[in-house]
């Protein structure tokens, strides 16, 4: 009890005072003023609400111990302290007094006759404390290392030399790993995060934990051997597939897809093919132009293989039949409310009445414009045998659409 109440309401209730309290011992430490500290970092004073709040919780369902997806944002803003240069002492330093000072307000509001709950409630932080500085230490650690180890620039030329076609043994050696017989050549984009923005967290901690949750579900499926550049939001990994036939390769990229939404919290596109070393040049280009597709054609998040888009991925190869197609439908550039009516139609299964009710048109209105498309583009898609041609127009024109879109 504190002040007659439960400690877990009293700390909810009491979470900007305790806030304001660890901010001003943190400046007593620096020997700066308490408000040229709160103005100066207010990361800094979200980590500590989050570190009362994470404490909260873990006390609500009477169980103090803490894992790494309880804590993830922590362990992303440690991780950028470290690419930034900062020590690993001030971290932990930080940690150590914003919990002294949150405690010495607790032990001040616990009445004398509840010493017992106040030592229940000491146990509780001090098991907190430990397990969330393990956390953030080790990511803070695996940042630095990631920074500075020689192992990370032996890596990067491995993946280097297979994307560009060079000849990779020596780069693996480097390296110290077995190249495999075929790698599953991943490329994925992350669409955007379902947690909403907090006041005080810069973008960049999104951006890591989202790239931390990508390292972490590759070393689940391939361990270290896997290779990757990450930039959220898109991403380009090589994972080594075991030897021998039967790889579900679909099922086995839609566990790894789920996995990853799940952890970064965000739909995830991913696409894939599989190739020998000497063939992920062509096995990348491959796997970007399917994430392409799905995502140029509104296809939904989720993992996809050539299989899964063969049609589209066929109709849109570069060359002067696609510059044509593209050339075809460049009239609707100017008359936006043909090409919905144009693809409302193919939606409908080339219903007029459909189409019609769908737009909340009059059916001799969609052939008005249908007829004014075939006139200007030289398509009709009331014509049987002209309608793959207006779909591989279309699909053309979702692709270079989103491409433009991307640079």
């Known amino acids: 009890m504190l002040?007659?109440?439960?400690?877990?309401v009293w700390l909810r209730d009491h979470r900007d005072e305790l806030v304001d309290l660890a901010l001003d011992a943190l400046a007593d430490q620096d020997g700066a003023a308490p408000?040229?500290?709160?103005?100066?970092?207010?990361?800094?004073?979200?980590?500590?609400a989050y570190n009362v709040d994470a404490f909260v919780r873990a006390l609500e369902k009477g169980d103090t111990s803490v894992q790494e997806d309880d804590v993830a944002d922590l362990v992303a803003s440690a991780a950028r302290r470290a690419g930034e240069g900062e020590p690993v002492e001030n971290l932990l330093r930080d940690y150590q007094i914003g919990m002294d000072a949150t405690w010495?307000?607790?032990?001040?509001?616990?009445?004398p006759a509840d010493q017992t709950g106040l030592i229940q409630l000491t146990i509780a932080m001090h098991a907190y404390l430990r397990q969330v500085t393990t956390l953030v230490v080790r990511g803070f650690q695996h940042e630095a290392a990631r920074i500075h180890a020689g192992e990370r620039d032996a890596r990067y030329a491995l993946y280097s030399a297979l994307l560009t076609g060079e000849h990779p043994?020596?780069?693996a050696g480097l390296a110290g790993i077995t190249l495999p017989e075929q790698y599953l050549v991943v490329s994925l984009k992350l669409g955007p995060g379902s947690r909403p923005d907090e006041p005080g967290r810069a973008p960049e901690i999104t951006h890591h934990r989202r790239a931390n949750a990508v390292r972490r579900v590759l070393a689940d499926h391939a361990g270290d051997d896997a290779l990757a550049l990450i930039q959220d939001p898109a991403a380009t990994a090589l994972i080594p597939l075991p030897p021998g036939p039967g790889n579900d390769l679909k099922a086995y990229l839609g566990d790894l897809t789920q996995r990853l939404s799940d952890l970064a919290s965000a739909p995830v596109h991913t696409a894939a093919a599989a190739a020998a070393p000497h063939a992920v040049p062509a096995a990348r280009a491959q796997s970007e132009e399917i994430?392409?597709?799905?995502l140029a054609t509104g296809r939904p998040p989720g993992a996809y293989v050539l299989d899964d888009v063969v049609v589209t991925y066929q109709l849109t190869r570069p060359g002067p039949g696609l510059d044509l197609l593209l050339q075809r439908l460049r009239p609707l550039d100017a008359h936006p409310e043909w090409e919905s009516t144009l693809r409302s139609y193919l939606e409908h299964g080339f219903d007029r009445k459909a189409t019609a009710a769908h737009l909340n048109l009059h059916p001799n209105s969609v052939d008005y414009r249908l007829g004014r498309i075939a006139h200007l583009c030289g398509l009709d898609a009331a014509d049987p045998a002209q309608r793959l041609t207006v779909f591989a127009a279309l699909y053309a024109r979702d692709r270079a659409a989103y491409l433009e879109h991307e640079s």
Do not use: F
Request: one cysteine or more; glycine letters at 2%; a positive charge.
């Open 291 to 294: 994430l392409q597709i799905a």
């Open 104 to 111: 010495q307000v607790v032990a001040r509001r616990c009445p």
């Open 3 to 8: 002040d007659g109440r439960p400690a877990v």
């Open 35 to 48: 408000a040229t500290v709160r103005r100066r970092d207010p990361e800094l004073r979200w980590i500590i």
């Open 169 to 171: 043994d020596t780069a």
